[in-house]
């Protein structure tokens, strides 16, 4: 059954902006971690974004920092990725998941849900 669905990727300039967003069918808890992960081709999957369902914790990638924010709307069950200034090494697809964990999640192997992913590309 497909719980996150994630939306707004697409092809845009270096320099452009895309906001990204996760919709989440399942009921989340405050203790939850959302987040984003990117996947370039021959690459390994990495955090690029995460925050907790409640509360202010976050963290970014070194390499976004500055850049992109994370967000989310409560009442809507959405999560969202505001990206500016984008590089062509921000390409890759962007996966929306979900930690039921208690702490700040940031590695796959501690997340639950996943989204199918939304392409990402840039070119120069």
């Known amino acids: 059954q497909v719980q996150l669905v994630e939306s707004g990727g697409g092809l845009v300039q270096a320099g452009d902006s895309l906001r990204l967003s996760c919709a989440a069918s399942?009921?989340?808890?405050?203790?939850?971690?959302l987040a984003w992960f990117r996947q370039a081709p021959g690459n390994e999957r990495e955090v690029v974004a995460g925050?907790?369902?409640?509360?202010?914790?976050?963290n970014y990638a070194d390499s976004v920092k500055g850049r992109f924010t994370i967000s989310r709307d409560n009442a809507k069950n959405t999560v969202h990725l505001q990206m500016n200034s984008l590089k062509p090494e921000d390409t890759a697809v962007y996966y929306c998941?979900?930690?039921?964990?208690?702490?700040?999640?940031?590695?796959?192997?501690?997340?639950?849900?996943w989204g199918q992913g939304t392409q990402v590309t840039v070119s120069s």
């Open positions: 925050i907790k369902w409640s509360g202010s914790s976050t």
């Open positions: 998941a979900v930690s039921r964990g208690v702490g700040l999640a940031t590695t796959p192997g501690e997340f639950d849900y």
């Open positions: 399942i009921r989340t808890f405050s203790w939850y971690t």
